[in-house]
Structure formats: structure tokens, C-alpha cells
């Protein structure tokens, strides 16, 4: 078989079934991106919904990956005794629930405990959707697909959050939660419908009842391609985490965009990942995700540190440096889903694909603490020391790049 410059068969087209489940799974994807979003900026409406303070509206935010962590943990040593479509439909009817209780939730404890199932249920389905993605798209496509399904996020940045923002603002808070869990169900439907069974992974996984509780961690200890992907994973979030949460505060506050031109940062950047995200999938079928991984990691420090510099100047040169961001940041985490799936065999992926979620979950929520630990308020409210914040996450990003030169894909 004839080979492209990586020695990988060149790509070909993929078939309908193919294309349809990718659809499908995009859809389940862009469900639950939405749902972790749209929280944030409703949180003015949820505060005074529910007469809450600021740092109680902290820990709405902080249970939904908190929970999505600890259960990935938990799951990662069952998640690989099903059958991968029974998994993925039953967390996905939870997820669906779950949404629709934070709804009718009647008091702030209420709607914790819902945003804990919903993140608890995200979890699980991002990781569910990935190891399909690698369990049924052969390798030549795995990358294609990979990106087709990350476009979620820019959809949902473009459509989601603003659709479900206009409807708060109209309704309240409880109608975008009401909406947004109605809007699942075509989703499930679709998926109900076109994911294939997935059992190829029991042929080589233990019996029901022959791994102890928590062993998934026990079990991935003996591959050391696992370890590697883990670490490539908190290596690689903390090169981005530690400075996504400040973007926004630190435009503001430092006098480089007004409240009002806010928003095209994320409707641009959102609009060119839809584009660069199935490029750069493309890319890493026809060269090998090793090397487009190294190009976008090295590409996104660049402007990983002109965002922190805060730099003031005319609207279009913000703007493109802010898309070039968006596009690198996001680029990057394509080929690396590629690595860590391909890390282990088939019979560990969806244990793996689980701690890994767990890994991205629990890494934002340090992240997120370390740059704010590193960033001080100065005079006229202006936001300080976000340049170290940057040259930090840069550091950590080119440890990615180390740590995925250690990974050896098995299949």
C-alpha cells in the first residue's frame, strides 16, 4: 500500500455510516460543552436567583469538574466491561436529567447537587465519545474524526452560549437550563440510532467481578504508554489553563478590548477553530500526530505569550492575535487525543480515555488556582504579573512536547 510522507496510508473518504456516527457524536459533544459554558456567564442571573455571593457561586462552577474528576477516577476500572454504546446512551439520558434538574432546582444546594451529577455524567460522556472515535475510525481518518468532534467547542462558543444567554435574559436562568436538556433529546435520538455496538474491547477485558474496585489505576500502572499520556495531559492543560480563565479580566481590566468588543474575541476565534480544527486533524492523519503536534504546541506559545503582554493597539491586531490563540490552543489538542488513545491497547483505551477527562478536569481546576495565586490587582484595577503567568504555561507546554516524544502508539 502506497504511503504519505509519515509512512501512513494516504486518506481516504469515509464512508456514510462513518461520517453519520461522527455527526452524532459531535452533536453528544456539543450537548455537554454547551451545558459546562453557559454556566459561567449566567452566573450575575444564578447569584441573584438564589441570593448567593460571588464565592458561592465559585462552588457551582468548581462541583461540576470536581465531580467529573473524581467520578472519571472512579469509573476508569468498569468503564472497559461495557459495551461502549450502552455506555455512552445511559450516561447521556443521565446527562440529559441532570440538566433538567438544575432547572427546577428549588434552593442553592439543590442546584450544587445538580451541577455535580451534570459534570459527574459530562465526564464520563467526553470520554465515552473519544474511545468510540478510536475504537470504530480507522487510523487513517482517527484524526479527521478527532476534529470533526472537537468543533463542538467552537459551535458551541459561536451558537451555544449566546443562544442560551439571549434566552436567560428573556426567561431566566432556569428557562436556558429547561432548553438546553429539550435540545439533547435529537441528539440521543441520533445517537440511539447510528452508534454501532462497541464489544471489541471485552474479548480481552477481564470478567465482570475479577478487577477490585478503583483497579483501572492499578491496571493502566502496568502500561507505560499510560503514564505518559497522563502526564502528557497535565503537562499540556497547564499550559493552557493557567491562562485561559484570566484572557477576558485581563483585556478588560488592562485596557486592550472594552466589555462591549469582548465578544468578537470569542464569536472570531470560535469561527476560525470550525475550519482549523478538522485542518489540523487532516494534517495529523497524512504526517503523524508526533509531528503536528510539535508544530502547533511551538506555534501556540507564541501567542500564549503575546496574550499575557496584554499589548494595547489597533482592534484588528488584537483580534488576530486572539484568533491565532484560539486556533493554536485549540489545534494542538487535536493530535494530543491522538497520542493518549493511541498510548494503550484496545482492552485499556476506555480506562485510559476516562482518567485522562478526569486528568483535563482536575488539571483546569490547579490551573486555574496557580495563576490566580500568581496575578495581584494593581492601581486602577489593572491585572499584574500576567506575563509570568504566561512564560509559565509556556514552560509547560514545551514539557508536552518532551513528554509526547515518549509516547509509542499502539493501534
Same mark, same amino acid.
Given at each position: ?23 452524532a457524536l459531535a452533536l453528544v459533544h456539543f450537548a455537554h460543552i454547551v451545558d459546562f459554558l453557559l454556566v459561567m456567564p449566567l452566573g450575575p442571573q444564578l447569584m441573584q436567583d438564589f441570593g448567593i455571593r460571588a464565592d458561592r457561586f465559585s462552588w457551582i462552577v468548581s462541583s461540576y469538574s470536581t465531580a467529573g474528576g473524581v467520578v472519571g477516577l472512579l469509573a476508569a476500572g468498569v468503564v472497559d466491561r461495557f459495551d461502549r454504546r450502552t ?181 472570531? !476565534?470560535? +469561527? ?5 480544527? =478538522?485542518? &489540523? @486533524?487532516? %494534517? *495529523? ?6 509531528? /503536528? ?84 490587582? !494593581?492601581? +486602577? ?5 500576567? =506575563?509570568? &503567568? @504566561?512564560? %509559565? *504555561? ?6 508536552? /512536547? ?10
Amino acid at each position: 500500500m502506497p504511503t504519505g510522507p509519515s509512512g501512513r496510508a494516504p486518506v481516504t473518504g469515509a464512508p456514510a455510516s462513518e461520517r453519520a456516527l461522527i455527526f452524532a457524536l459531535a452533536l453528544v459533544h456539543f450537548a455537554h460543552i454547551v451545558d459546562f459554558l453557559l454556566v459561567m456567564p449566567l452566573g450575575p442571573q444564578l447569584m441573584q436567583d438564589f441570593g448567593i455571593r460571588a464565592d458561592r457561586f465559585s462552588w457551582i462552577v468548581s462541583s461540576y469538574s470536581t465531580a467529573g474528576g473524581v467520578v472519571g477516577l472512579l469509573a476508569a476500572g468498569v468503564v472497559d466491561r461495557f459495551d461502549r454504546r450502552t455506555a455512552l446512551l445511559v450516561v447521556y439520558a443521565a446527562f440529559v436529567l441532570a440538566t433538567a434538574a438544575c432547572s427546577i432546582a428549588p434552593s442553592f444546594a439543590a442546584l450544587l447537587a445538580a451541577r455535580a451529577a451534570t459534570g459527574a455524567c459530562a465526564g464520563l460522556l467526553s470520554a465515552l465519545v473519544f474511545t468510540i472515535v478510536s475504537d470504530v475510525v480507522p487510523a487513517e481518518r482517527r484524526g479527521a474524526a478527532v476534529g470533526s468532534v472537537m468543533t463542538a467547542f467552537s459551535l458551541a462558543s459561536i451558537a451555544g452560549v449566546p443562544g442560551g444567554l439571549a434566552l436567560a435574559n428573556l426567561l431566566g436562568s432556569r428557562a436556558a437550563f429547561l432548553a438546553l436538556a429539550l435540545s439533547c433529546v435529537p441528539g440521543g435520538l441520533l445517537a440511539w440510532r447510528v452508534v454501532p455496538s462497541v464489544r471489541g474491547h471485552l474479548r480481552t477485558t477481564p470478567a465482570r467481578g475479577a478487577w477490585p474496585a478503583g483497579s483501572g489505576l492499578r491496571v493502566l500502572s502496568a502500561e507505560p504508554g499510560a503514564r505518559y499520556a497522563l502526564l502528557l495531559t497535565f503537562a499540556l492543560i497547564l499550559g493552557q489553563f493557567t491562562v485561559v480563565p484570566f484572557i477576558s479580566p485581563a483585556m478588560v481590566s488592562n485596557g486592550v478590548l472594552t466589555q462591549a468588543q469582548l465578544p468578537w474575541m470569542y464569536l472570531l !476565534g470560535g +469561527a476560525f477553530t470550525t475550519v482549523s480544527n =478538522p485542518l &489540523v @486533524g487532516t %494534517m *495529523a492523519d497524512r504526517y503523524g500526530p508526533q509531528r /503536528v503536534f510539535r508544530v502547533t504546541v511551538l506555534s501556540s506559545t507564541v501567542f500564549l505569550m503575546l496574550m499575557s503582554l496584554t499589548i494595547q493597539g489597533p482592534l484588528p491586531a488584537v483580534l488576530a492575535i486572539s484568533t491565532m490563540f484560539f486556533v493554536t490552543v485549540s489545534g494542538r489538542m487535536n493530535p494530543a487525543m491522538m497520542l493518549v488513545a493511541s498510548s494503550v491497547a484496545p482492552k485499556s483505551r476506555g480506562a485510559l480515555m476516562t482518567l485522562n477527562i478526569s486528568a483535563q478536569q482536575l488539571t483546569a481546576g490547579l490551573s486555574a488556582t496557580l495563576g490566580g495565586l500568581i496575578l495581584a490587582q !494593581g492601581p +486602577a484595577g489593572r491585572l499584574e504579573n500576567f =506575563p509570568y &503567568v @504566561g512564560a %509559565m *504555561a509556556v514552560a509547560f507546554s514545551l514539557g508536552a /512536547v518532551a513528554v509526547a516524544a515518549r509516547i509509542q502508539p499502539r493501534g
